[in-house]
């Protein structure tokens, strides 16, 4: 049944149409009842704040800023905030209606929300970067809360800003709220396994993909581009507790490849000694972000850059499986290439919502006040990991379907089936 757009209501922008046209696709398949479809297809609230903050050398800048909830029929809304430039509504409308998707798809009793402030925080010296956090966060104060609406760390956002949030939102309501962010450092209410969560995930689903097209994982050669958290933590356990040999791996600087397998440990302290980057790096041979996704590997892993593999390199790309690490690193033309060529490719609102899940236990442990031993967290993460793609793979093969969309299928089910119990206010 499709799915149409009615009324007066418009778009934020070209993102979020693309974004919709992946949600019609599941829904149309799976004839979704359309009076849910088109309630779906639009952000339940969007806030836009511009707000003052006095510079250091006395000036006063005014910043723009957003807080979107796309749906909260499962729960309060999840997703991160992110410092950037060129961050604006449709791009934060988007990424609140893929959470909403990410969370229900790992089963996960929440809805999508996401944040953004307009700004180079580059820029910004330590104190007029915590002026800004803390006004920022008191402008979307009626938005948030830890049974409304939990941000977590995004682009260029970390745990000390979190720490600056959580307090900010204390001191407002007049005692210490652990729950209303996540992603905080482990003194105040963090959560052991949160740095390698996303990473894991992706190692975790790499493994139930080598599985499902008969590869040993042990024997399997790896290929990421982005060795930043998410893919040197991915590198780090799919070599260190899979056997995977990680052949090559990138970042801004440029790629290394050894086809004999790079030392992760000694690569991450490379980086890490200079400047953030691995060029240079003498044990392998240097080559380009394209060269690298176009390797003959069993696995590729996209953790990087949006739009990475476009037609021209979908063409060219060799890999039995692609796990998507990043947020949207393969284009539509390039994905209807891929599947044509049989590669499976793990959906990002899938391979990567290890980082959600554990945020998710991060705010259980808050509001219990009780927290978990590490080896708990990893256990908890594997079980939903593992269950959720198996999940998606029944879908993908009852509705001969790919993995994105059997992934929204399952998603959009879990929502639909809450909106439809919890019925339309007022009758």
Same mark, same amino acid.
């Given at each position: 049944m499709?799915?149409s ?9 070209p ?6 046209k992946?949600f ?7 004839d ?16 836009v704040?511009h707000?003052p903050v006095?510079m250091d050398?006395?000036?006063v800048?005014?910043?723009e800023?957003?807080r979107?909830?796309h749906n909260?029929a ?12 060129e961050?604006?509504?449709d791009?934060?409308?988007?990424l609140a209606f893929?959470m909403?998707w990410k969370?229900a798809?790992?089963n ?9 402030v ?5 820029k910004?010296?330590e ?7 803390r006004r920022?966060f008191?402008e979307i104060h ?6 409304k609406?939990?941000?977590?760390p995004?682009v260029?956002t970390n745990a000390k800003i979190m ?5 900010t ?6 005692y210490t ?6 992603g ?5 209410g963090?959560?052991e #396994?949160r740095p390698e969560?996303?990473?894991? =995930?992706?190692? +975790? /689903?790499?493994? $139930?993909?080598?599985k499902v ?5 042990s ?5 990421i ?5 998410v ?9 260190e507790?899979?056997?995977?040999k990680?052949?090559?791996?990138s970042d801004v600087?440029?790629g290394i490849?050894?086809e004999?397998?790079l030392?992760i440990?000694?690569l991450?302290k490379?980086?890490?000694e200079n400047? #953030?980057v691995?060029k240079?790096?003498?044990? =392998?041979t240097? +080559? /380009?972000n394209? $060269?690298?996704?176009?390797?003959d590997v069993?696995?590729?892993i996209p953790?990087?850059l949006?739009n990475a ?5 979908a063409?060219?790309?060799?890999a039995?499986?692609i796990i998507?690490?990043a947020?949207g ?5 390039a994905e209807e290439?891929?599947?044509s060529?049989?590669i499976l ?7 990567n919502a290890?980082g959600v899940?554990?945020s998710?236990f991060e ?6 006040s ?5 080896e708990?967290?990893r256990k908890?993460?594997?079980k939903i990991?593992?269950k ?5 793979y029944?879908?993908k093969?009852k509705?001969?379907?790919d993995?994105?969309t059997?992934a929204?299928?399952v998603a959009?089910?879990r929502?639909a089936e809450?909106?439809?119990?919890r019925g339309y206010?007022?009758?």
């Amino acid at each position: 049944m499709e799915i149409s757009k009615l009324g007066n209501l418009q778009t934020p922008g070209p993102l979020y149409e693309m974004a919709q046209k992946q949600f019609l696709k599941a829904a149309e398949l799976m004839d979704l009842d359309p009076r849910i479809g088109n309630f779906l297809l639009w952000p339940q609230r969007s806030l836009v704040v511009h707000f003052p903050v006095v510079m250091d050398d006395g000036r006063v800048e005014i910043f723009e800023g957003y807080r979107v909830q796309h749906n909260t029929a499962r729960g309060p809304a999840k997703g991160g905030i992110r410092y950037h430039p060129e961050t604006n509504l449709d791009e934060v409308s988007s990424l609140a209606f893929w959470m909403t998707w990410k969370c229900a798809v790992v089963n996960l009793p929440y809805g999508g929300g996401k944040g953004g402030v307009r700004v180079d925080p580059s820029k910004l010296s330590e104190r007029e970067l915590e002026k800004l956090s803390r006004r920022f966060f008191s402008e979307i104060h009626m938005m948030v809360g830890p049974a409304k609406d939990i941000p977590a760390p995004d682009v260029n956002t970390n745990a000390k800003i979190m720490a600056w949030y959580m307090d900010t939102y204390s001191m407002n309501v007049g005692y210490t709220t652990l729950g209303v962010v996540t992603g905080k450092p482990l003194d105040i209410g963090g959560s052991e #396994g949160r740095p390698e969560a996303t990473g894991r =995930g992706v190692a +975790i /689903t790499s493994a $139930e993909a080598c599985k499902v097209k008969g590869i040993d994982i042990s024997k399997a050669t790896v290929a990421i581009q982005g060795f930043g958290n998410v893919g040197s933590f991915s590198a780090k356990i799919l070599n260190e507790e899979y056997g995977a040999k990680i052949v090559a791996v990138s970042d801004v600087s440029g790629g290394i490849y050894n086809e004999n397998g790079l030392d992760i440990d000694e690569l991450i302290k490379y980086r890490d000694e200079n400047g #953030g980057v691995i060029k240079g790096y003498p044990k =392998g041979t240097p +080559i /380009t972000n394209e $060269e690298l996704l176009t390797l003959d590997v069993d696995i590729l892993i996209p953790a990087a850059l949006e739009n990475a593999i476009d037609d021209k390199i979908a063409k060219e790309v060799k890999a039995k499986i692609i796990i998507e690490g990043a947020n949207g690193p393969t284009t539509r033309e390039a994905e209807e290439i891929l599947n044509s060529k049989d590669i499976l490719i793990v959906p990002d609102i899938l391979a990567n919502a290890g980082g959600v899940t554990v945020s998710y236990f991060e705010w259980v442990q808050d509001l219990q006040s009780h927290f978990w031993e590490i080896e708990d967290i990893r256990k908890k993460l594997t079980k939903i990991m593992i269950k959720s793609f198996g999940e998606v793979y029944a879908t993908k093969q009852k509705y001969n379907t790919d993995m994105r969309t059997a992934a929204y299928i399952v998603a959009i089910q879990r929502v639909a089936e809450a909106v439809k119990k919890r019925g339309y206010y007022p009758m």
